[in-house]
């Protein structure tokens, strides 16, 4: 169970960390995630029964994903280049952790991302998608992860790109993420299914009032990794 609750976290935050947008957008998307690669009902429950959506205002977007356990919300600002999440554990309550500019910029200057654009493309929603294959390198101990996107340059601005895939041109309506480390052969598939244009308010991107900031807790903030 402990592995399987490892997983989940995992999974929450891979599929938070990957619903980002190259052109100005208003509106809303919603995407299904699916396992590939396993029969195991345990890990595929897991996944597809994760609800995802991404709102965006201009260079601002909001990920929600939730499950059965918990909700977890990320905000990016890509103006002012600030980045906070939102965990609502069921039980616990509410957490949230924000970066201001800088401390964005230090959590991120460990890693190293090389975009290959590769001449292969997919309709997704009614958008044409190129694929591209994400390198990520570790500056620390130069260890690498490889994500496949399927970027579309008609949703969004680069600059919301910058909380997860920095410097990418296009938004991925599709990331293929290896779940290799609890999963041999596994993968996670996150798949725009309706890409809807509407209005969405300033306030949506406020946090929470009844939300208990980590940096007050350490031990809770190491709980959830930060």
Same mark, same amino acid.
């Given at each position: 169970m402990k592995k399987i609750a490892l997983l989940f976290l995992s999974i929450l935050f891979f599929a938070t960390y990957t619903l980002q947008a190259q052109k100005t957008f208003t509106g809303e998307i919603r995407f299904e995630t699916k396992m590939e690669g396993t029969d195991d009902p345990n890990l595929s429950s897991s996944i597809e029964n994760l609800i995802n959506t991404v709102s965006i205002l201009g260079n601002k977007s909001k990920t929600v994903t939730k499950s059965d356990m918990a909700t977890a919300t990320q905000i990016w600002d890509g103006d002012k280049g600030t980045f906070a999440v939102v965990i609502e554990v069921l039980g616990m309550g509410k957490f949230y952790k924000k970066w201001d500019a800088e401390q964005q910029k230090e959590r991120m200057k460990f890693s190293d991302f090389n975009y290959s654009y590769e001449n292969e493309f997919k309709e997704i929603c009614g958008f044409k998608c190129q694929k591209v294959i994400v390198t990520i390198t570790n500056l620390e101990d130069d260890s690498q992860v490889e994500r496949v996107l399927y970027v579309t340059k008609e949703i969004g601005t680069a600059k919301l790109n910058g909380a997860e895939f !920095?410097? /990418?041109?296009?938004? !991925? /309506? @599709?990331? @293929?993420?290896? /779940?290799?480390?609890? &999963?041999?052969? &596994?993968? @996670? =598939? /996150?798949?725009?299914? *309706? =890409?809807? !244009? *509407?209005k969405i308010k300033e306030v949506d991107f406020l946090l929470p009032s009844d939300a208990k900031n980590l940096d007050d807790d350490p031990e809770l903030r190491e709980m959830f990794g930060f």
């Open positions: !920095p410097g /990418l041109e296009g938004f !991925p /309506l @599709m990331t @293929m993420t290896s /779940l290799d480390e609890y &999963c041999e052969g &596994c993968m @996670m =598939v /996150l798949e725009a299914t *309706k =890409v809807t !244009p *509407k």
